[in-house]
T-cell receptor, first 114, second 118 residues
Framework: GENVEQHPSTLSVQEGDSAVIKCTYS??????FPWYKQELGKRPQLIID?????GEKKDQRIAVTLNKTAKHFSLHITETQPEDSAVYFC?????????????FGTGTRLKVLA | DTEVTQTPKHLVMGMTNKKSLKCEQH?????MYWYKQKAKKPPELMFV???????INESVPSRFSPECPNSSLLNLHLHALQPEDSALYLC?????????????????FGPGTRLTVL
């Protein structure tokens, strides 16, 4: 079935440390993997994404890696700052019914301690 | 205009009321989505419209009725809701549709409507 597992559910790090969030998907037809950051009461914001034909992508302090064989993808945030505190969702995009739909992970609440 | 907008921001309704949520985008996106999000949970897909046609209905109760009058506008009509339907309702749009192995759909979310059913 369609499923995305996300770990950990909560993560506390000291400011300046790194944070890693991991996701595993089940549908091998998934071909696109976005990461969203959602602050309390706000909309999910796309922060980085990776396509199935790429193994790694980096944007300043944020990077995403994809292992298609293992069906794993991970978000890496380096030099964390208090403003990185939020809930992070991974997603896998699945082609279906002539369009796409996202299967979201359950979310990770990241707290960066000053 | 590079945003998805939603109105109203907040809505309180009784179980016998009829109300509508509105979503608008002027980015030329041809796929639009409705999601429901409960507190501390991920967005849960409800409907997908592709070129103004309903492509996906994730077994949503009939008290939720979507409508896509044109390529820029998406409505969600609400009738006889239950208190458990209280949630944040998010709209999203996407510029790409299925056209081969490497077509990707970045979804852009609106700010949501916070719905409370009394």
């Amino acid at each position: 079935g369609e499923n995305v597992e996300q770990h950990p559910s909560t993560l506390s790090v000291q400011e300046g440390d790194s944070a890693v969030i991991k996701c595993t998907y089940s549908d091998s037809a998934s071909n696109y993997f976005p990461w969203y950051k959602q602050e309390l009461g706000k909309r999910p914001q796309l922060i980085i994404d990776i396509r199935s034909n790429v193994g790694e992508k980096k944007d300043q302090r944020i990077a995403v890696t994809l292992n298609k064989t293992a069906k794993h993808f991970s978000l890496h945030i380096t030099e964390t700052q208090p403003e990185d505190s939020a809930v992070y969702f991974c997603a896998a995009s699945i082609p279906t019914s002539g369009t796409y739909k996202y299967i979201f992970g359950t979310g990770t609440r990241l707290k960066v301690l000053a | 205009d590079t945003e998805v907008t939603q109105t109203p921001k907040h809505l309180v309704m009784g179980m016998t009321n009829k109300k509508s949520l509105k979503c608008e985008q002027h980015m030329g996106h041809r796929a639009m989505y409705w999601y429901k999000q409960k507190a501390k949970k991920p967005p849960e897909l409800m409907f997908v419209y592709s070129y103004e046609k309903l492509s996906i209905n994730e077994s949503v109760p009939s008290r939720f009725s979507p409508e896509c009058p044109n390529s820029s506008l998406l409505n969600l009509h609400l009738h006889a809701l239950q208190p458990e339907d209280s949630a944040l309702y998010l709209c999203a749009s996407s510029p790409r549709l299925m056209a081969g192995a490497y077509t990707y759909n970045e979804q852009f979310f609106g700010p949501g409507t916070r719905l409370t059913v009394l």
